[in-house]
């Protein structure tokens, strides 16, 4: 026994990252994986519990455009506010606990209150993904969309890439006066709610790569309001597109870029997440060569057997209620490039509206895909985005050598994780 608390003990040492506003730390997640262990275990991978973390693509439209990202192109159809009312019920009483709202852009629904309050109703906890940007809307219009996000949510990230001039660069056409409209946006959310998350999402890519990353960091700060920053690298494998991203950055650029994370005091500061991006290529998760194709941990991938747990914790569902294992197989970012049509078409696990969450979760296409990614090959044809998932890689090393090391004892795993204090709810992937 004193062998196998010092091999959990170990790993959370040495694997001990994640985001604290989305709560998803090691010795968080990991208290709710044994009912997975034990599916996985016992071969029994139709009857998976619920996914802990549920994300919902409530709109298709976007406000503004940006370099790294297709959504603005796309057009499909866009559930009305009382499908996704039957939808918050299906999942919540299947067993979710957590939700991400995203798009396109939430902001663009006009009943986007309304949809967040009928998700809490169902008890579940939100979070959500935005630009913050609100255009043609009235100012009593935009308060009453502020006030029922900083009542129903316990986060929201923020997509802003870096300076003031960098972001116009990535974000063109600029929404006219954004700069005031993210303010507003997060000083309302601070007015309303002083306890909710708030952090910024820098991606890092070719408009951005060669701004002033303090400068950065001090205008999301000191002008947005903003005090975490996360950055983080572009993606979108090359391999797996048929037209070839202009927005992913050279070897050149990420050479700079690592050794700067190295040099530069600014990783070891408080309230950025440069220090984890370093860590990512220090360790080899990221590879350099294999980043600038788009795909940072394809060679990770490749030298490791490591099992996807995405398709056990966390599941996607589409504008039109179509649910997909995770963002990188359903294309999230590029849906308008022409080979996207053929991976969201291969990943599709069913739709929601025809069948209920629980028969989509457990069917036979969701079990098929559990199969396929008991080892993770971003060299098989079907699999070529894997090599681009910086979102799960953690939780998938973590987890795997988790459950190598407690395969044959896993109620010894649940008693030691037990003793954790239990700070695992919410938890966000």
Not at 273 to 295: E, H, M, T, V
Not at 330 to 336: I, M, P, S, T, V
Request: proline share 5%; glycine share 6%; charged share 25%.
């Amino acid at each position: 026994m004193i062998a196998t608390v010092k091999q959990l003990a170990d790993i959370l040492s040495e694997h001990n990252i994640g985001l604290g506003t989305r709560n998803n730390w090691p010795s968080n997640y990991l208290r709710l994986m044994t009912p997975y262990f034990r599916c996985i275990r016992e071969g029994r991978l139709d009857e998976v519990p619920a996914p802990v973390c549920v994300q919902m693509q409530v709109s298709t439209a976007c406000s503004t455009r940006c370099a790294m990202c297709h959504h603005w192109k796309e057009a499909s159809v866009e559930m009305p506010l009382d499908q996704w009312q039957r939808v918050f019920d299906d999942v919540a009483r299947f067993g979710a606990r957590t939700v991400i709202f995203s798009g396109g852009e939430p902001l663009m629904r006009k009943d986007l209150p309304e949809l967040l309050r009928s998700a809490r109703r169902c008890g579940l906890r939100l979070g959500l993904l935005t630009n913050a940007t609100m255009t043609s809307r009235e100012l009593n219009e935009r308060h009453r969309v502020i006030a029922a996000i900083a009542e129903c949510t316990d986060w929201v990230s923020i997509s802003v890439d870096g300076t003031r001039s960098s972001d116009l660069a990535i974000r063109n056409p600029m929404v006219e006066d954004r700069e005031h409209l993210v303010r507003e946006f997060v000083s309302g959310l601070r007015a309303a709610n002083e306890r909710i998350k708030i952090w910024a999402t820098v991606t890092l890519q070719k408009g951005n790569i060669e701004m002033d990353f303090g400068e950065a960091c001090r205008f999301i700060r000191e002008t947005l309001g903003i005090s975490e920053v996360n950055f983080k690298i572009a993606t979108g494998a090359r391999s797996a597109l048929q037209h070839d991203p202009p927005y992913l950055l050279s070897e050149d650029e990420l050479i700079r870029l690592v050794n700067f994370l190295h040099q530069d005091p600014l990783p070891d500061q408080d309230g950025n997440q440069l220090a984890y991006l370093r860590q990512c290529f220090s360790q080899k998760l990221f590879n350099i060569r294999d980043s600038a194709q788009g795909a940072p941990l394809r060679r990770f991938y490749r030298e490791q057997s490591l099992r996807c747990f995405t398709p056990f914790l966390f599941s996607l569902i589409d504008s039109d209620g179509e649910v997909y294992p995770c963002c990188h197989l359903y294309r999230d970012n590029q849906g308008a490039d022409p080979r996207s049509r053929y991976f969201r078409k291969e990943h599709s696990m069913g739709n929601i509206l025809r069948a209920g969450f629980s028969a989509v979760w457990n069917g036979d296409r969701y079990v098929a895909e559990r199969v396929a990614l008991e080892k993770i090959n971003p060299d098989d044809p079907r699999f070529l985005p894997c090599g681009e998932c910086t979102r799960h890689c953690q939780h998938n090393l973590v987890l795997t050598e988790v459950y190598r090391n407690f395969e044959d004892d896993l109620s010894e795993l649940e008693r030691e994780l037990a003793t954790l204090p239990d700070e695992s709810d919410p938890v966000f992937f």
